[in-house]
């Protein structure tokens, strides 16, 4: 497990965070919802002080803290639905959508059919 720092400009970290342990061997569903926990002192100030900026993802989607379970030595977070192709199929964890617009749409270019018509040289 690591922490990632993202930032615009150059920045200086005078107290990186630690992270001292995190659950291991968690088992949980597609449905998502069981309780993760990352030891790291000071985590739970920052997911709580400023949750846009700071927050625990898996499979690259946010882990939704729980204030009320955390300590200053520990964050926990559920674990979020995970949506695969099984799980929404079995499971329905997400719906897929077919609200598309119909037709062709590339670009404001006046000769739009021109990327399809397998000729690479025209401009």
């Known amino acids: 497990m690591s922490v990632v720092h993202y930032a615009s400009t150059n920045v200086t970290i005078a107290n ?3 992270i001292t342990a995190a659950s291991s061997g968690l088992q949980c569903s597609f449905n998502g919802g069981c309780p993760f926990e ?3 002192k000071g985590l739970s100030t920052l997911l709580r002080g400023d949750p846009e900026n700071n927050f625990i993802t ?3 989607r946010e882990c939704i803290f ?3 379970a955390s ?3 520990k964050a926990q977070c559920l674990v979020p639905a995970i949506s695969t192709s099984y ?3 079995n499971f329905k964890i997400s719906i897929p959508s077919e609200d598309l617009k119909t037709g062709k749409y590339f670009g404001t ?3 739009n059919q021109a990327a399809f018509d397998d000729i690479l040289t025209e401009d």
């Open 38 to 40: 990352v030891s790291a």
């Open 71 to 73: 300590t200053d030595e």
């Open 58 to 60: 898996i499979c690259d």
């Open 87 to 89: 799980s929404d199929e």
């Open 66 to 68: 729980q204030d009320a």
């Open 109 to 111: 270019y006046q000769n």
């Open 16 to 18: 990186a965070l630690e």
